[in-house]
Structure formats: structure tokens, C-alpha cells
């Protein structure tokens, strides 16, 4: 599950760290785990507002966009799937220069895609890469509809559902939502970010950025965020 620090200690680890006398200095580590904590919790607030109609729309007035003209630092990576009715902004209530979000049908993630995520960590400094699946993803369904070795008729789909095949496990044609294997999409992403990238990888291992995944549920609009 996730974990989170108190606000005392992300104030004392952020701020006063010298003042706090039973409070050691952080390390860069424990730094990363602060600011990542405090990113997975505004993502999560933010899908609270969202469920509960009252998103609050932030980040999106002029003047954030004027301040955004110097450069951006979005805490959070998010790698989704294309779909329509799954855009992070909505579903996590974010605004401008908060998601750095790469969309792709099923997330499959290609060189393009590892790249993006690589330049985001390097660059911009994000500290969590969130994966994000969903239930009645029409890539799963394409790809289960699919026969191996045989084409789709499009070259570049026949890539897509060959990316994502192999990650599917459950195969669960019974339940509609394809819930299980939506999740093992997810995790199969998730995998494919580290073996594809020695610098995503090494990123991870350094505890300069984690991964986390998640589930957006299409009927009720939750997400649910697991490590
Ligand atoms: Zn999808």
C-alpha cells in the first residue's frame, strides 16, 4: 500500500530540518520518499474531488499559465492508455504543469514512450511514474479478439496486441470489465518500463523515482493506487 509521512515530518524533513531535534536530517532518499508521498496525495485528493463532483479545476488560470512559460516540474508521470474517457487531468483534478502523461492504446510502451519518461525524470525531476490501467480497456479486448499469428490487417496493431499478449494472464472473458487482466496489463507495463530502460531502472533503484500502479475504474471513477 502507500505510504505516506505525517505532515510534521514532511515539514520537518522540508523546512526545519536542523530545528527538529528527534527528527534526523533526511538523506536524498528519504527526501524522494517525502515528495513523492506528498505527489501520490494530491493525485489521490484530486480523484476524491473527482468521484465526489467537486472537482476544483486547479492549475488552470492565466496566471498559472504565464508562470508556466519558464519552464515546468510535474511531480507525477503518468503512463495511460489513449482511451477517451480516461484523461488524467480529469480523473486525478489536476491542472496545467502537473501531469507529465504519455498515452498510449493499452499504455503498450515503446521506445518513444520510454524515452518520454526518461527525459521527464532527468529533466523535469518527477518523482512518481504512475501506471495507469483501466477496466473495459479496448486494447485488452482488441488483443484477446486477436489469433496469434495471424494479422489484424494493420501491421502496426498486430505490433500493439503482440506488445500486450504476453502480459495477459487471466484471459477472463467472463467477467466484462476485464478487471483481472487490466491489471496484469498494468503490471506488465510496469515491468517493461525497467527492462526497457537501464535508466528508468536505475532511476528506481536510486530512489530518485517510483513506480506505482493503479486501476481507474470506468463505472465508478475510482482509482485505485497500489505499489
Ligand atoms: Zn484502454
Not at 132 to 160: F, Q, Y
Not at 170 to 188: F, G, P, S
Request: with cysteine; hydrophobic share 40%.
Amino acid at each position: 500500500m502507500l505510504r505516506y509521512l505525517s505532515p510534521f515530518a514532511v515539514l520537518c524533513s522540508m523546512i526545519f530540518a536542523s530545528a527538529c531535534a528527534h527528527t534526523p536530517a533526511p538523506t536524498s532518499s528519504d527526501r524522494s520518499t517525502s515528495q513523492d508521498g506528498e505527489v501520490l496525495q494530491q493525485l489521490r485528493e484530486g480523484n476524491i474531488r473527482f468521484t465526489s463532483h467537486q472537482r476544483i479545476h486547479p492549475n488552470q488560470q492565466p496566471l498559472r499559465r504565464q508562470e508556466l512559460t519558464k519552464g515546468q516540474a510535474p511531480g507525477a508521470i503518468v503512463v495511460s492508455c489513449s482511451d477517451s474517457r480516461v484523461p488524467p487531468e480529469f480523473v486525478f483534478d489536476q491542472g496545467l504543469g502537473d501531469i507529465f502523461s504519455i498515452r498510449t492504446a493499452g499504455h503498450a510502451v515503446d521506445a518513444f514512450a520510454l524515452a518520454s519518461v526518461e527525459y521527464a525524470i532527468e529533466h523535469l525531476d518527477a518523482k512518481v511514474i504512475v501506471v495507469m490501467g483501466h477496466t473495459s480497456c479496448g486494447a485488452i479486448k482488441a488483443t484477446m479478439a486477436s489469433v496469434p499469428g495471424e494479422s489484424t490487417g494493420s501491421r502496426n496493431i498486430d505490433l500493439l496486441v503482440a506488445s500486450i499478449r504476453p502480459g495477459l494472464k487471466h484471459l477472463d472473458r467472463k467477467d466484462k470489465t476485464l478487471r483481472a487482466d487490466a491489471i496484469d496489463n498494468v503490471e506488465a507495463t510496469r515491468v517493461a518500463l525497467e527492462r526497457g530502460s537501464p535508466f528508468i531502472h536505475a532511476a528506481v533503484e536510486k530512489g530518485k523515482v517510483r513506480i506505482v500502479a493503479a486501476l481507474y475504474d470506468l463505472d465508478s471513477g475510482d482509482v485505485e493506487l497500489w505499489e
